[in-house]
């Protein structure tokens, strides 16, 4: 399954590394580069990091939309 996820700030694709600075609920992450993010199957988002760190997504802080 492939998908999207867009700012729902920005309306833009998601500046990740500042995402981790500046966000409270991302602050787990903000020593590592960022992976990107992963669709759970109730359909919640999470954001890794590369060292494996990961945190739930805010919800309605992304827009997901998904490729056919």
Known sequence: MTFTVLDTHTGDAPNLEEIAIHESWAKPLVYCDMEGFALMEDGS???????GNWVHCPKGRFRVEMET
């Open 45 to 51: 988002l999470i954001l890794l990091d590369e060292c």
